[in-house]
């Protein structure tokens, strides 16, 4: 069975703050579930289980998934709490130190 899509807009939206403006984040993310050589990333995709990215690893595109905690979510602001958990616990799994809120 897959997964329930957001509204495409709620998609678009979430796409472009987290590309436009968490970059470094999602590059945390990557590299702690799944491509830690990852230089490069765009989150290219969600729906309610996971979160999408691409990952420049070594001069070729990797697809990394990675579950929302507290999957499956239903509704946009629980898209933000979800990605704020997922950023500081793969912080803490790489050993950085964690950020202040946004």
């Known amino acids: 069975m ?5 509204d495409a807009a709620v998609v678009t939206g979430v796409l472009a703050h987290m590309n436009g403006d968490h ?8 590299r702690a579930y799944g491509q830690p050589d990852a230089t490069e990333v765009q989150m290219i995709d969600l729906d309610t289980e996971v979160g999408v990215w691409t990952a420049l690893v070594d001069g070729k595109d ?3 998934r990675v579950p929302w905690p507290g999957a499956p979510l239903s509704e946009r602001p629980q898209l933000r709490v ?3 958990e997922l950023h500081t616990a793969a912080r ?5 130190e964690p ?3 946004h």
């Open 2 to 6: 897959s997964a329930e899509r957001f």
């Open 99 to 101: 950020v202040a809120p």
């Open 62 to 64: 990797r697809e990394v």
């Open 92 to 96: 803490e799994k790489l050993g950085l």
């Open 82 to 84: 979800a990605v704020v």
């Open 23 to 30: 970059l470094d984040d999602s590059l945390d993310i990557v």
